[in-house]
């Protein structure tokens, strides 16, 4: 890796290339579930490229991921690009592009960012380069809850689609996210047996549900208290929230169920279990007091994530962006749940969030600027020739 070798790759970076990758992939709508043409235009523009493409079903057969690899053949690191292609469930805003900003549904999450990353990809083929290990492009459906639950991501790690480290294109480039919480969302039910009746015709010591929910409320708010002690330095505390709580039918009749849901989320890895037991424990001990029963379900969506900021990856992306932005970015916490927590958790490897400073995700108005689309693909062609070397040559 030389400096030659980076002025090269950041030179390579097409805009025009870049922006029609994009505006292809928004085109086709590709709300999550079925992502499947949006992924076939992904794969017939890097074939067209001259990449080779593979289609793992991984574990959604309707729309197989998408994979492809630049090999420099000799031994080194292999930095993953990974994106997902489906959007959330709105109406579908196609692709425009007008006074330098690019608009349309998945525009800022993540189809811009995707594009981006293809083009870095080809900006080092372009140049030859890497000159050691190579990148792993991966490009995925069924990210976007709740209509996705993860899956392909899951099977596409399981089945090796991995490298030695990832980046994520996601709208997030004022920080180097090095900590985030991990989140499971609990739904509890709390009930009592016998029917729905009028208020007036219920037996005595008929289970009040109602108030049993407003008092599991108030002891999880105690608890959130509690929580304020488990701490991390970047990523916050420990909490607990109550976003939904629905019961009965009208106004003079006494229901049989009462409904909470809300988060969990934790600062220290592996803390999902601990957190589902002492849901369960305390949902529990307020429907006995009540006379009601509780029933816990609780999903955990992602587990805690950290960076080490001593990584041969941060330090690739850090050199990078240092040298396209001029400083390099704070070290802060991640404020949402992504893929990179899993492929911290369930791969093991080091990920880091970074995309276009994009506005309007998950909404009918995303817009990102082309100039940061052009910036993602300059810094993500750096990182990876600050990342892909031979390990055994020294720290990268
Ligand atoms: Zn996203």
């Known amino acids: ?108 999450d993540m189809k811009g960012g995707i594009a981006a990353s293809v083009e870095a990809m080809r900006a080092l083929r372009d140049s030859g380069l890497p000159r050691a290990g190579g990148i792993l492009l991966t490009a995925h459906d069924h990210h976007e809850a709740p209509w996705g639950d993860g899956r392909q991501l899951r099977a596409l790690i399981r089945e090796g689609y991995v490298g030695d ?40 010591e008929t ?40 019961s009965g039918e009208i106004f003079n009749q006494a229901p049989v169920s009462c409904r909470l849901r809300g988060t969990r989320r934790w600062v220290s890895q592996g803390r999902g279990e601990e957190a ?17 029963e509780a029933a816990v379900e609780f999903q955990v969506v992602g587990e805690a994530f950290e960076l080490r900021r001593e990584d041969p990856l941060v330090e690739a992306f850090q050199a990078a962006v240092e040298a396209n932005d001029g400083a390099a970015l704070p070290w802060a916490d991640k404020p949402f749940l992504d893929d990179g927590n899993r492929f911290c958790g369930q791969a093991g490897i080091p990920a880091i969030t970074h995309g276009p400073a994009a506005k309007g995700a998950h909404t009918t108005e995303e817009r990102v600027p082309v100039a940061e689309l052009v910036r993602v693909a300059r810094v993500y062609a750096a990182t990876a020739l600050n990342f892909c070397r031979d390990a055994a040559e020294g720290s990268g």
């Open 1 to 108: 890796m030389t400096c030659e070798d980076h002025q090269a790759a950041v030179a390579a970076v097409d805009e025009a290339r870049l922006l029609e990758t994009a505006v292809d992939l928004v085109a086709a709508p590709s709300p999550t579930r079925s992502a499947g043409e949006a992924a076939d235009r992904l794969d017939r523009r890097l074939r067209a490229d001259g990449f080779e493409v593979e289609r793992p079903e991984a574990d959604w057969p309707e729309s197989p991921a998408v994979v492809a690899r630049l090999d420099s053949g000799a031994p080194g690191r292999w930095l993953q690009f990974n994106g997902h292609l489906d959007t959330v469930h709105l109406p579908f805003a196609p692709p425009a592009v007008r006074d330098g900003v690019f608009t349309g549904s998945g525009s800022s």
């Open 276 to 292: 589902r037991e002492e849901l369960t424990a305390l949902a529990g001990s307020v429907a006995s007091r009540f006379g009601a």
């Open 207 to 246: 289970p009040d549900v109602v108030a049993a929910g407003a008092a599991l409320v108030g002891e999880l708010k105690d608890l959130d208290v509690r929580l304020t002690a488990m701490r991390h330095e970047v990523s916050g505390r420990d909490s607990v929230f109550v976003g939904q709580l629905e």
């Open 165 to 204: 480290g990832v980046l994520l294109p996601e709208y997030l480039a004022d920080r180097l996210p090095g900590a985030g919480r991990g989140m499971g969302v609990f739904d509890i039910r709390l009930t009592r047996p016998g029917e729905a009746v009028h208020e007036v015709l219920r037996p005595p």
